[in-house]
């Protein structure tokens, strides 16, 4: 079975500009979480998505966002990128909610 | 609002030699999982292993086992016959089982690096 994809892998976007990043999970999982893990935060729970709703969210502003569709695949959005918002971010999928997360290779975003 | 605190930032092992990677978390719910993640190089997160913490037996994977003190609150990982293969970063990670009501995902300790010394 498939893992847990990603994409793009890498990205690099200026100051202001908005991003969006996916992730497909592992077929047949329902639940996405997303997270971001930066050297100085360490990771940090970004919000999580089960049938299409979002179920938790963590501390983290409006400019970050996302969504899931009927085939489990989810999109985080950021608007305005700021400096600060470069970190690998990281999904996660699990069968059920709460369940174990298996994650994928992240995706690296890097502003300038 | 749960916490996890993993206190050794680096810790070094001979290859195939045994070392502990200390976790510690604080919780007032009286039923989570737990887990040790492992992130090599790559930046890929890989699952080590899970406990329950309703179950009193201690969880294993092969070399992977852990020491699961409930009323102490210590989760520790025991890497038995080290292999150059497992120098990574290891998070603990606590995960609630309560669904909604503001649950925070998985909680991440720091992590611990991991050196092996062939």
New interface residues.
Partial sequence: KAGVTQTPRYLIKTRGQQVTLSCSPISGHRSV?W?QQTPGQ??Q?L??YFSETQ??K?NFPGRFSGRQFSNSRSEMNVSTLELGDSA?Y?C?SSLL??D???????T?LTVL | AQTVTQSQPEMSVQEAETVTLSCTYDTSESDY?L?W?KQPP??????VI?QEAYKQQNATENRFSVNFQKAAKSFSLKISDSQLGDAAMY?CAY??????G??????????THLIIQP
């Avoid at chain 2, 790559?42 to 699952?47: E, H, K, N």
């Avoid at chain 2, 503001?102 to 992590?111: C, E, N, R, V, Y």
């Fill in positions: 979480s997270y360490g990771l729970f919000f999580e179920r938790n963590g690998l990281l996660a909610h709460p174990t997360q298996y994650f994928g290779p992240g690296r | 999982y887990f993640y790559s930046r890929q997160m890989i699952l899970r998070f995960s609630t089982l309560y669904s909604g503001g649950a925070d995902g998985l909680t991440f300790g720091k992590g």
